[in-house]
C-alpha cells in the first residue's frame, strides 16, 4: 500500500508536468500568431467602377482609380490615366473633330488625346505615344461586368491589348 503512493505521485506529477507544457506551448504559439497580420495590406486589383448605366457615352474620368473610361454605346473599354514616364495623371483633352482609326483590327472613334503636365509627353486617345520623354504608351485595362450587382469592374493588374472590348449584352 504505501509503495503505490510514490507511483501516483509520480504520475500526477508528470501529468501536472506535461499539462503545463502543452499550455505554455499552445500560450507560446497563440502569442506568435498573432504578431502575424490576418489581413493583406496589397491594393485590390480589381476596382468596381460603378454600374454600367452611370458610364454615359464618351469618356469618363475616375481620378481615384486613374483611369479613363470609354463608351461607344454598349462597347466599353478603359485606358489608364498614368503617364509611363514618371507617373503623373495625364490629361485628357477633347479633340476639334473626333477620328475614327482602327485600333486592334476594329474601328474606334477617338474623341480625345492625353497629355501630362509634368513633362510635357502627348498621346493619341488610344494611348500611344505621340511625343516623350514616355517610353510607351498608356497601360489599358481589362473591364467585365460583376454578376452580384451590374457594376464595371476593372482589373487594375491585368493588363490588355488594344483590341480589348466589352461590350454588354
Ligand atoms: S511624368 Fe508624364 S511626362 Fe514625365
Redesign the pocket.
Known amino acids: 500500500m504505501t509503495e503505490q503512493k510514490p507511483d501516483r505521485r509520480d504520475f500526477l506529477v508528470k501529468l501536472g508536468t506535461g499539462a503545463g507544457v502543452v499550455g505554455i506551448g499552445t500560450q507560446a504559439a497563440a502569442s506568435l500568431r498573432s504578431l502575424l497580420p490576418n489581413v493583406s495590406y496589397d491594393a485590390p486589383t480589381t476596382v468596381k467602377l460603378g454600374k454600367t448605366a452611370d458610364f454615359p457615352d464618351g469618356l469618363k474620368f475616375l481620378p481615384e482609380q486613374r483611369l479613363f473610361v470609354f463608351r461607344e454605346g454598349k462597347v466599353f473599354h478603359a485606358v489608364s490615366a498614368v503617364?509611363?514616364?514618371?507617373?503623373?495623371t495625364?490629361r485628357a483633352e477633347a479633340l476639334s473633330q473626333p477620328e475614327t482609326v482602327t485600333v486592334g483590327d476594329a474601328p474606334m472613334r477617338l474623341t480625345h488625346r492625353f497629355s501630362?503636365?509634368?513633362?510635357?509627353?502627348k498621346y493619341t486617345g488610344d494611348g500611344k505615344v505621340v511625343s516623350?520623354?514616355?517610353p510607351k504608351p498608356l497601360a489599358w485595362y481589362h473591364l467585365s461586368v460583376s454578376p452580384d450587382d451590374g457594376q464595371l469592374v476593372a482589373d487594375l493588374a491585368r493588363e490588355v491589348g488594344r483590341d480589348f472590348r466589352l461590350t454588354l449584352a
Do not use: R
Not at 83 to 88: E, V, Y
Open positions: 503617364c509611363t514616364h514618371l507617373g503623373c495625364v501630362c503636365p509634368c513633362h510635357g509627353s516623350g520623354p514616355a
